[in-house]
């Protein structure tokens, strides 16, 4: 079967200046493009024990430990994944890379740049207009997976020098991770986890380097704005200790404490719509430090292109399709031609 590309022509952000580099001059008064009402941020919560569950790959054979991923997927969207196999000197050696390629000087990074209608390379997400506010970070996307005939190597860097090598590393072992808990999901939402898994065995996979510079008006400013992710999971590895990831659970913002060596998980609009509402994506940010750089990595997962996404249809048996079934780069296009704006554009193909 010839393997599609699934984010060819769908769209890319309009060139803006680069955050990095912008930081970098210890601005006082940050333009105004990236300043926000404070009427935007809304409440964080203050709760401390109130934290993303926690889940043991190592355990889900057990059907305690099934129900406890069952209830993460359905009641938070979110959580926190330990003991996931993947090898720690292949999460480190994408640390060490990542944190070298963001180090090198603009120039070098920019002959990665991101080309007009292009999400891949270096540069922004989701700048539609000239005049939307902005986020305050930079970021590096690819699209490891499929490899034929995704990889477009003009985007690769070859500074550091292993840095090709240890994505298509990192790329692997985050697929089938993936893959092994697309077919948990699936049985725990009672259909056939080879089918779920199938959708995205040879689907697309993007990974996204973001890097978020310290601002000296670090409280007026979003590293990323209130969204959810398009995929069907999205697995993140946080690279240092600076904390930034907030999800929206009870219209309060809960700060994310990264476990060490843990991936944080969490359910994509395309799970939504496929459990037809039953497990949902969450609305989350990214907030910055106005004295530290935090880096993260997000391996994002979508199902092969042209396969129609839609409720699945053993789950609207006893229920009506609460979504329309439509075309995964139909979704895509929708949400590239938006800015990050919550829940708006699944909100526009719900019936």
């Given at each position: 079967m010839e393997t599609k590309v699934l984010f060819g022509g769908l769209g890319g952000s309009l060139p803006v200046e680069n955050v990095q580099a912008l930081a970098s001059n210890n601005l006082k008064n940050i333009p105004s493009r990236y300043i926000r009402p404070e009427a935007e941020f809304g409440a964080v919560s203050v709760d401390e024990s109130l934290q993303i569950p926690v889940i043991d790959m190592s355990k889900l054979d057990h059907d305690d430990e099934l129900e406890k991923l069952h209830l993460a997927c359905r009641d938070w969207g979110f959580f926190q994944l330990i003991n996931h196999g993947v090898p720690a000197e292949v999460v480190e050696k994408m640390k060490i890379d990542t944190q070298e390629f963001f180090n090198l000087p603009l120039e070098e990074k920019m002959v990665c740049a991101q080309l007009p209608n292009h999400i891949e390379g270096y540069g922004q997400v989701a700048v539609v207009s000239q005049d939307q506010k902005l986020d305050w970070g930079d970021m590096l996307f690819l699209l490891p997976l499929p490899a034929v005939p995704s990889r477009n190597m003009r985007f690769w860097?070859?500074?550091?020098?292993?840095?090709?090598?240890?994505?298509?590393?990192?790329?692997?072992?985050?697929?089938?991770?993936?893959?092994?808990?697309?077919?948990?999901?699936?049985?725990?939402?009672?259909?056939?986890?080879?089918?779920?898994?199938?959708?995205?065995?040879?689907?697309?996979?993007?990974?996204?380097?973001?890097?978020?510079?310290?601002?000296?008006e670090a409280s007026k400013v979003y590293g990323i704005a209130p969204h959810s992710d398009s995929t069907g999971l999205t697995l993140l590895l946080q690279l240092n200790e600076v904390e930034g990831l907030q999800v929206k659970r009870n219209e309060k913002w809960v700060p994310v404490k990264p476990i060490p060596g843990a991936l944080i998980i969490n359910v994509g609009d395309m799970i939504e719509i496929l459990s037809n509402g039953e497990y949902k994506s969450i609305e989350h940010r990214a907030v910055v430090d106005p004295e530290k750089a935090r880096l993260s990595i997000a391996a994002l997962h979508y199902p092969i292109r042209g396969t129609p996404i839609g409720p699945l249809s053993d789950l609207v048996k006893a229920n009506k399709a609460m979504y329309k079934t439509i075309p995964p780069e139909e979704f895509l296009r929708l949400k590239l031609s938006s800015k990050l704006d919550g829940k708006r554009v699944l909100d526009q193909i719900k019936l």
């Open positions: 860097p070859t500074n550091p020098p292993s840095f090709r090598e240890t994505v298509d590393n990192y790329s692997m072992e985050l697929h089938k991770t993936m893959i092994h808990l697309m077919k948990l999901i699936a049985k725990n939402l009672g259909t056939d986890p080879g089918m779920l898994s199938s959708l995205f065995e040879d689907g697309t996979q993007g990974i996204k380097l973001n890097y978020y510079p310290p601002c000296a």
